[in-house]
């Protein structure tokens, strides 16, 4: 089970270069010194010139700096480039917080010969912590220099904080009506909640799709991949999902076509977040089937893959579906009982909300894998939907319990 299937009237081919496996576009990964490793911190995506542009921001009440200004730039659907650092959050920093990220994106604009405006910003790290202002100023003209066709999987690798992989995805698709390219980065490991996850994305295509139509596809290819995955429950205070469409396509395929592949590269990076979750093991396939909505199928997804009990049931290898239903019921979603089916891959443990008749070891079985597959039939209607999630583990509590010292 994945998050999408795409549609048969089109075909998918997956490319390599990430965010420049779109024809023109340039990107980088340079050490500016924000790091305490001495790694790569500070990435630069450029498409060359001023082309249509198209956000998804945190939802969280206390936004970053780099989200104020991404927002504040994008009030034209334009932008040239985006600049990400990683070490830093740049969120809770004061007026000088604000002021440093100002900075960099005239800085940025200069070094590239446009608007300040068409400069778009992305930070993660620690919150509450300045971002070294000299490093990191110096650090961009480096990054502008290093811009290269080649610069995807560098890109990738600079905005790392936690991560243990960098994370990049590129299709190519077709139609009968032609064809374009999406490709794209992502970083997120923990801090991973649905209503964006937590993460920075930039997003690239030429695809000729322009303002409020590209904003549109985007929201809706958020909803279908990076908004029904979680690690841990928690939002960011820094979510960024950024898409760059060039519209240099020689012959482009239709919008639903590029719809199609813009989910699909969305929802390839929201599943690469969560197989690098912090400290997982498994990722869980959760696909709740006979919903009345597809929104109330994603509701209970969400309800199930947030639970600590269920997650940690996952990492013991546990069939516990009590814990299944006991999330559920403190879901939003209203349900009946006593038409609930519960499977683990082809076991069923649950039947018609009391324990069905089966082999406990031949369950377990099913959860002792890097993938498992949970399906609830909620017996109320005909939509679906598939939410992702990973176990907790004790490396988990390590990792966040060390985060800061």
């Not at 269920?310 to 979603?333: E, Y």
């Amino acid at each position: 089970m994945s998050l999408h299937t795409p549609s048969p009237s089109v075909r998918l081919t997956q490319l390599s270069g990430g965010v420049c496996a779109t024809p023109g576009v340039k990107a980088s990964g340079v050490v500016a010194g924000l790091k305490p490793s001495g790694s790569a911190d500070l990435a630069l995506v450029d498409a060359g010139r001023p082309v249509a542009a198209a956000a998804k921001l945190t939802t969280n009440q206390v936004l970053a700096h780099p989200v104020v200004v991404t927002a504040r730039h994008l009030h034209d659907h334009r932008a040239r480039a985006v600049l990400l650092n990683a070490g830093s959050a740049n969120v809770c920093t004061g007026p000088d917080g604000l002021a440093l990220a100002e900075e960099s994106a005239a800085m940025v604009a200069k070094e590239l010969g446009c608007a300040t405006e068409d400069v778009l910003l992305c930070s993660t790290g620690v919150i509450g912590r300045a971002i070294p202002r000299e490093p990191f100023l110096a650090g961009i003209p480096q990054a502008v220099a290093a811009l290269s066709p080649e610069g995807g999987s560098r890109a990738a690798k600079a905005i790392m904080t936690t991560d243990l992989v960098a994370k990049e995805s590129a299709v190519r698709v077709e139609d009968q009506s032609g064809s374009c390219v999406v490709g794209g980065m992502v970083k997120g490991s923990g801090m991973i909640e649905p209503a964006l996850a937590t993460m920075l994305a930039v997003i690239t295509t030429d695809a000729p799709v322009q303002g409020m139509i590209l904003k549109a596809a985007l929201k809706e290819a958020v909803q279908h991949s990076f908004n029904r995955i979680s690690v841990d429950g928690c939002m960011s205070t820094n979510d960024t999902v950024i898409v760059l469409a060039t519209g240099t396509a020689p012959q482009p395929p239709s919008l639903s076509a590029f719809k199609e592949a813009l989910t699909a590269v969305c929802a390839d990076l929201a599943e690469q977040m969560v197989r690098d979750g912090e400290g997982a093991k498994k990722v869980m396939h959760i696909r709740v089937t006979g919903a009345r909505s597809e929104g109330d199928a994603v509701e209970v997804g969400r309800a199930i893959a947030t639970s600590d009990l269920v997650k940690t049931a996952l990492a013991g290898g546990d069939p516990n579906w009590g814990r299944i239903l006991a999330a559920m019921g403190a879901g939003p979603v209203r349900f009946e009982l006593e038409r609930v089916v519960v499977s683990f891959g082809p076991v069923t443990v649950c039947r018609f909300g009391v324990a069905a008749s089966f082999d406990q070891g031949l369950a377990a079985q099913q959860l002792k894998g890097s993938d498992v597959h949970l399906t609830v039939d909620l017996g109320l209607g005909e939509a679906e939907a598939v939410f992702l999630t990973c176990d907790l583990t004790a490396d988990y509590i390590r990792i966040n319990a060390e985060y800061t010292t």
